[in-house]
């Protein structure tokens, strides 16, 4: 008898079975991941799918079966992810096996945007309920997550997401993905040290180095304005050249170079890393590079030929996850609309980004639907509040951008142009943006060149109510139905410095001196 035969000869039945059955696992794993690498995706899928539906080896082998099929649609591409799952879905899989995949599928469209979403989570919902198990309940809940994130809803993601305990044993391979998603809700709630901290916490064997964590990581950075260390860490990774780095990863840590690049005036590098993502244009893959779009957009030498700006707008109207880790995003498309003189995208753009901030009332968004629309209408009072509001945040890049929107206003004085030019200008100087701080300083440059024409402040303007700037209405309305200035400044979430100068304006273009007068004038004029 062998050493072999006499060993199994000794051990209990059980432990023969389970020995066979991690064997099976593992040249199973192997082969899904071989067929992966191949390009296969939909094949591997197939075979973990079909092991699930056939094996009988009881819970916690259903469970890692589980876990590496939802790994494995991870790293696929959404189209191969949507049709791998619903294939699955056809075979003869028990009912929490297929509560589960229900939800899987659930998820993906809710990530992208698809429009059999709500259908998806009420069928996956009605599958757990009748199921009862604990890996579709995780699942489900990272699907409607995912749905309120796609809606701009970031508390009641963040809702959802507090239920679940990526720390258990049984969450285990769904981990990543329940930090990740609770990250993403940081990032878009201006949480940017609650994300850095969550990072940082991750256990080793939940987020190794080439997950989706170390591209959220990267995107706090670009966020706040940590510009070589997103750059280094980007690149790091990438050039580690695995294979175990999903599409969607490399399309941020793509994206967050090429950010970087355009900030440090390197153009010409920027466009060679990000020319290949603006020939994607099927849905719903290429919703993994709508954050690259977004880089893009400030390059007409990659936006206009390829119409980045019109596909990422219909896909934003889709979901508006990709705008929601980088504060400055929402504006950058607004001002590339702009520029381009399509005022269709610019009033698109500005209704998504108030929409968030409907659904998420915190300073960050406030700051961005009023720079938003600042840019939108040319209003300078809008650009002020935005730029306030921006003070009060970690988002610095953001804060230097609102700035210089403001200095480029053509409403405003060339005095407080300047300031804002200098201010812009300073601030790139400190995150590394040496590109972005070139283009302030031009800014100064010119205003320095232009002469000074001081209005006069005694000369009232004859324009009326009608001469007021949106910001100056809404100021002016509250005011006249009794507000005080801090009661305005509170309830328009802008600062009193703001509503104050706002109310020398009003009194100028109304030509009044006092609170009365501008009772008396608005409620003639709105008879």
């Known amino acids: 008898m062998s050493e072999s035969s006499f060993t199994a000869g000794m051990l209990p039945a059980d432990d023969i079975t389970a020995d066979a059955a991690e064997q099976r696992r593992h040249r199973l ?41 939802a790994q494995t649609v991870a790293l696929e591409q959404p189209t191969i992810a949507l049709a791998g799952l619903r ?21 993906i469209a809710a990530r992208t945007g698809h429009p059999d979403t709500d259908a998806l989570l009420r069928d996956a919902g ?60 940081q990032l878009g709630l201006g949480r940017h040290q609650d994300a850095r901290t969550a990072t940082r916490q991750a256990p080793d064997e939940a987020d190794g180095p080439l997950t989706g ?13 940590e510009l070589p260390e997103a750059a280094a860490l980007a690149v790091t990774t990438l050039s580690s050249g695995s294979a175990e780095i999903s599409e969607e990863v490399r399309a941020l840590l793509v994206a967050v170079i090429g950010e970087v690049r355009y900030r440090r005036g390197e153009h010409d590098d920027a466009r060679a890393i990000l020319r290949t993502c603006a020939t994607e244009d099927r849905w719903p893959n290429r919703t993994m590079w709508s954050f690259a779009f977004c880089v893009a957009v400030r390059d007409p030498a990659l936006s ?89 945040t970690a988002a610095r890049p953001a804060l ?34 040496p590109g972005d701080q070139a283009i302030a300083d031009r800014r ?32 002016a309305e509250m005011l006249a139905a009794g507000a005080t200035k801090k009661e305005a400044a509170r309830s328009l979430f802008v600062s009193f410095h703001t509503v104050d100068t706002q109310l020398r304006s009003i009194y100028h273009k109304l030509g009044i001196h006092n609170r009365m007068q501008l009772v008396r004038t608005w409620e003639r004029t709105r008879r």
Not at 154 to 177: C, E, K, T
Request: net charge positive; aromatic share 2%.
């Open 400 to 433: 230097a951008d609102a700035l210089l929107d403001l200095a480029n206003s053509p409403r405003l004085r060339s005095g407080e142009a300047r300031d804002a030019a200098h201010e812009a200008a300073a601030l790139y100087a400190r995150i590394g943006a």
């Open 126 to 185: 009605t599958a757990h309920a009748a199921s009862g198990d604990q890996s579709s309940a995780r699942h489900l809940a990272l699907g409607r997550a995912a749905r309120s994130l796609a809606h701009g809803d970031l508390p009641g993601a963040q809702a959802v997401l507090a239920a679940l305990d990526p720390g258990s044993w049984a969450a285990r391979a769904d981990s990543p993905s329940i930090r990740a998603e609770r990250i993403l809700v």
């Open 87 to 107: 294939e699955a879905l056809n075979l003869r899989l028990d009912a929490r096996s297929h509560s589960t995949l229900l939800a899987m599928l659930a998820t």
């Open 213 to 225: 964590l170390t591209a959220l990581d990267c995107l706090r950075m670009v966020a706040v304005g």
């Open 29 to 69: 794993f192997v082969t899904a991941a071989q067929l992966r690498l191949a390009g296969r995706g939909m094949e591997a899928l197939h075979v973990l799918a079909a092991e699930i539906a056939t094996s009988r080896s009881g819970e916690r082998q259903r469970a890692l079966l589980l876990g590496r099929l």
């Open 444 to 475: 100064c440059a010119d205003l320095a060149a232009t002469p000074r024409h001081r209005p006069s402040l005694d000369k009232p303007s004859s324009g009326g109510i009608d001469a007021l700037t949106p910001a100056e209405e809404r100021v």
């Open 304 to 392: 206009a030929p390829a119409g980045l700006l019109t596909r990422v707008v219909a896909d934003l109207h889709r979901s508006v996850r990709p705008l929601l880790p980088v504060p400055h995003l929402g504006p950058r498309l607004v001002r590339a609309a702009v520029a381009a003189s399509d005022t269709r995208a610019a009033r698109r753009v500005t209704e998504l980004v108030e929409l968030v901030r409907t659904r998420t009332p915190v300073p960050l968004w406030h700051a961005l639907a009023d720079q938003s629309r600042g840019l939108r209408d040319g209003d300078p009072d809008a650009l002020r509040s935005a730029v306030d509001q921006l003070r009060t």
